[in-house]
């Protein structure tokens, strides 16, 4: 879980949002902080009083920006926030979001998750339109299309999601409404909740536990939910729509206690493990079961149930390393997976481990935990991965790497066996998967290269905006 050795592979972000409560940036701020883990290399809260949107955003986690005086300022009923991990666009403070928009319609802020495949030719076609960029997000786009259509807000919105097409999870502030629209594959997860006589929605459920909002239901693929005087109303911006959650948010992304399409990411990955055990039955023999913390523990625990083989904390997290460790020379690098992670010396000696993480990307995570847990004496590491190989790029908002870095475009299972040192390295298939999620109304495009929508870019070229 997690790559402790380098901190260039991107991730996803997270949205949040409140409708009518008088402490709405608050609880934003709280929805935020359970969101946290989608990203934190910006956050911001956008905030309505019926008349005008200010927001208040920066670089860095959520508490390096905000502080009880900060929160004080964002006065209103309705609110949004975001906490971003750079995808498209840099890390630069013009591209943490809410982005508002102050227009002749009013004021609008957006938040975004996701990532628009074809932004290259819109944003191409806006400015030959006159259409200024201030940043380099995609998400931008999303505001400009919204201006530049006609019709009411509601309409707009509609015209602007036909043009875009890709991934896209997000939330739209006006001086009186929320809207939450999720694209017409559902790629990117959004729900909702109620919350006293308001609504909250938000990227992942688990932050609605943290502010006291009730479960409702997931925002459907295509559809635009508004929040307004009227309550909850529903439309479609098309009716071309399909279920195709990003399986890697069920492997890594999401945090084990949210539910996506009614499916608990704990359970979820806790039946992967055990389905990496039956796959194993009667071949391996190892002592014990360790997972890589935090997200392989839950499969790690489910492979140690189904085997029967005792599970041990072989592998320990130091919490309190932050992200965005600088790593310049080899020397500084190991040192940095030294403070991340630590081999528990007086479990692993001498011991034939069954090594469970969720994904192999490029390698380096698997290679080093290797060496660190024979470092400290184990003597045989059978590494099980809880999803099938990784071996085409990701278009949709986590830009996992290009083609040429994914180790499994590029070894077998076993010149990656070799790679690592491990003593044996097996996967899941993606029909593993469709077993464990019981459906396959989900994208797997990064283990199978069957993308769900045009992709605009050629695949071994994948470059950052
Ligand atoms: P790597 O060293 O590139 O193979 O990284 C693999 C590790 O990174 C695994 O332990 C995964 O849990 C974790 N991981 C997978 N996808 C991502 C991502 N998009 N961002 C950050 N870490 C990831
Ligand atoms: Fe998720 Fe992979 Fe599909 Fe990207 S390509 S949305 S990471 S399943």
Do not use: W
């Not at 030959?128 to 931008?140: A, R, W, Y």
């Not at 729900?191 to 459907?220: H, I, M, Q, W």
């Not at 949709?396 to 390295?425: F, H, N, P, Q, W």
């Not at 469709?434 to 993308?451: E, H, M």
């Amino acid at each position: 879980m997690h790559n402790y050795f380098l901190n260039e592979i991107k991730e996803e972000c997270g949205v949040f949002g409140i409708y009518h409560h008088p402490q709405a940036a608050q609880l934003t701020y709280f929805g935020l902080h359970a969101l946290q883990h989608r990203g934190q290399e910006g956050a911001g809260i956008a905030a309505s009083d019926g008349k005008t949107i200010d927001c208040i955003k920066g670089t860095g986690l959520l508490s390096d920006v905000f502080h009880s005086e900060e929160l004080k300022k964002l006065q209103g009923e309705n609110s949004i926030g975001h906490v971003r991990y750079a995808t498209a666009g840099g890390n630069e403070l013009e591209n943490v979001q809410p982005i508002v928009a102050r227009a002749k319609i009013g004021c609008m802020a957006v938040a975004h998750n996701g990532q628009i495949v074809n932004a290259d030719e819109l944003q191409e076609r806006l400015e030959n339109h006159g259409n200024i960029f201030h940043g380099s997000s995609d998400s931008e786009i999303i505001l400009h299309l919204i201006q530049r259509e006609h019709g009411t807000m509601l309409e707009k919105i509609q015209k602007a999601c036909q043009k875009m097409e890709g991934a896209f999870s997000f939330v739209i502030l006006t001086e009186r409404s929320l809207y939450a629209v999720r694209d017409k594959n559902g790629l990117r997860p959004l729900s909702v909740a109620a919350l006293e006589d308001g609504y909250c929605v938000s990227s992942e459920t688990c932050a609605f536990d943290s502010v006291g909002a009730r479960f409702l239901r997931d925002v459907e693929p295509g559809e635009i939910i508004k929040f307004s005087d009227m309550g909850l109303e529903t439309f479609h911006y098309t009716s071309d729509t399909r279920h195709r959650i990003c399986a890697m948010e069920y492997i890594y992304f999401s945090r084990p206690d949210s539910d996506i399409e009614g499916l608990n990411v704990h359970t979820v990955r806790k039946a992967s493990g055990k389905r990496l055990a039956q796959k194993d039955k009667g071949n391996t023999i190892a002592d014990i079961v360790v997972g890589v913390p935090d997200s392989s523990v839950a499969a790690a625990m489910g492979y140690s149930e189904e085997s029967g083989l005792p599970y041990e904390v072989g592998l320990i997290k130091n919490r309190y390393v932050g992200r965005t460790f600088i790593e310049p020379t080899q020397e500084q690098r190991d040192m940095g997976v030294k403070m991340k992670l630590s081999a528990n010396a007086s479990v692993v000696k001498g011991k034939r481990i069954i090594l469970v993480d969720d994904s192999i990307v490029r390698g380096t995570t698997m290679k080093r935990i290797v060496a660190l847990l024979k470092g400290a004496g184990a003597q045989e590491i059978h590494v099980r991965i809880a999803s099938p190989e990784m071996a085409y790029p990701c278009f949709y908002g986590v830009d996992t790497s290009t083609k040429k870095e994914l180790i499994s475009a590029r070894y077998t299972c076993e010149e990656l066996c070799k790679y690592t040192r491990a003593s044996s390295v097996r996967f899941l298939t993606i029909d593993d998967l469709i077993g464990v999620y019981g459906t396959d109304k989900l994208c797997f495009a990064c283990f199978s290269g069957n993308y769900v929508t045009p992709l605009f870019h050629d695949i071994n070229q994948k470059t950052e905006k």
